[in-house]
C-alpha cells in the first residue's frame, strides 16, 4: 500500500467539524416516529362551535335549575342549548324566558324527549310535546309536522328505554326520516355499546352527536357536538348537511357521590311522573314554543 500522505482525502485532510463550527452528533440509535391518535383540538382552533343538545331541568327528572344551567352552559363554551325534558316543554319556556330577559346570550333549542312505546326519542327545534307512550313512527311524523329534526338518544342502550338496532334498522327500510344519532353520551345508559353503534353508523349514514344527556349541573357540557358557525341555524344545518361531529370523550364526565345518583333516581320515579301527569290530565294548556320561531335568542 502507498505510505498515508497529506493529499488525498485521508484523516488529515478530512474537515475538522468542531473546528470549522460544526455540530457533533451523538451515535445514538434512531427512533422510530410514534403513530397514534392526533391530540384533540379545542373547538376554537378548528374554527368550530360546540352545542349539548339533551339536558334536563328541574321541571323535569333534573336536577339543575334553568338558571343554573344556564350558568354552567356559558361557563364551559357552549353557544347552542337544546332543552329536552321528558314528554312536556315547559323547561323549555323557564330557560328562554331568563334569556329574553338578558341573562344570557346562549341560544336555545326548544326540544323534547319522548317516551314512545320502543324507547325514547329525541325532537329538536320543535313547538310542541308529542303524545306520551305513542309508537316512535307517529313520534317522528308529529316532530316532523312541525318543522323538527329527529334524533336517537343513546342508541341500543340497555339501562334505559332506548331503540334497538333491529327498530333503527326497521325505520331506516320502511324509509322514516331520522337525521342524527348519539354517538356520544356520558351517562352509563349505552356506555357498553358506543363502539358498536360508530361502526353500525358507518351504514347508518346519520349525522353524529354529542350529548350530556345532564340530570346534574356538573354533567352539563360533558358530551357535546362540533358544528361550523355559531348559531342554532347553523347547527340546524350541520345536522342536515351531516357535517357534526361528536366530542366529549377526552374528559371523563365527574364523579358524583352515589347518594346524589339516588336522590335523582327518587326525583324521576316518585316525584317527576305525578307531575308529568298532571300537566297531560289536569292542565287546560299545554306548554308551547312561540309561533314566531322554534328558536330564539
Keep these: 500500500m502507498a505510505p498515508m500522505t497529506g493529499e488525498g482525502p485521508t484523516a488529515a485532510t ?19 416516529p410514534q403513530y397514534g391518535e392526533p391530540e384533540p383540538q379545542p373547538a376554537e382552533v378548528l374554527g368550530l362551535s360546540k352545542a ?29 342549548i337544546a ?17 329574553d330577559r338578558g341573562e344570557s346570550d346562549i341560544e ?65 327500510t320502511r324509509g322514516y ?5 348519539e354517538l356520544y353520551n356520558p351517562s352509563p345508559a349505552n356506555s357498553s355499546v358506543r363502539d358498536q353503534v360508530k361502526q353500525f353508523n358507518r351504514q347508518w349514514g346519520f349525522a353524529g ?17 362540533l358544528f361550523p358557525g355559531s348559531t342554532a341555524e ?7 348537511n351531516n357535517t357534526t361531529r361528536a366530542g366529549g370523550q377526552e374528559t371523563p364526565p365527574e364523579r358524583l357521590p352515589f347518594t346524589s345518583y339516588i336522590g335523582q333516581c327518587v326525583w324521576s320515579m316518585v316525584i317527576d311522573p305525578p307531575r308529568k301527569l298532571s300537566r297531560m290530565w289536569l292542565s287546560k294548556t299545554t306548554t308551547e314554543a312561540p309561533d314566531t320561531s322554534t328558536v330564539r335568542r
Excluded at 478530512?14 to 422510530?32: F, H, Q
Excluded at 347553523?234 to 342536515?240: E, F, G, K, Y
Design 14 to 32: 478530512t474537515p475538522d467539524t468542531r473546528a470549522e463550527g460544526y455540530k457533533t452528533v451523538e451515535n445514538s440509535p434512531l427512533m422510530a
Design 52 to 80: 349539548d343538545l339533551h339536558m334536563h331541568t328541574n321541571l323535569g327528572d333534573g336536577t339543575a335549575s334553568p338558571h343554573r344551567l344556564l350558568e354552567v352552559a356559558k361557563r364551559r363554551g357552549l353557544k347552542v
Design 83 to 99: 332543552i329536552t325534558d321528558h314528554d312536556h316543554m315547559e323547561g323549555c319556556k323557564r330557560v328562554q324566558d331568563l334569556i
Design 108 to 172: 336555545m333549542i326548544w326540544g323534547c324527549e319522548v317516551t314512545t312505546r320502543q324507547g325514547h326519542f329525541l325532537g329538536l327545534f320543535m313547538k310542541r310535546p308529542v303524545k306520551f307512550l305513542t309508537h316512535v313512527e307517529e313520534a317522528i311524523e308529529t316532530i316532523k309536522d312541525q318543522g323538527g329534526l329527529c334524533l336517537i338518544p343513546h342508541p341500543m342502550g340497555r339501562l334505559v328505554p332506548s331503540l334497538s338496532r333491529r327498530k333503527i334498522e326497521e325505520l331506516l
Design 177 to 181: 326520516p331520522i337525521d342524527g344519532i
Design 209 to 225: 352527536t354529542g350529548s350530556s344527556d345532564a340530570h346534574f349541573w356538573q354533567h352539563i357540557g360533558a358530551g357535546y357536538t
Design 234 to 240: 347553523d347547527l340546524r344545518t350541520a345536522i342536515i
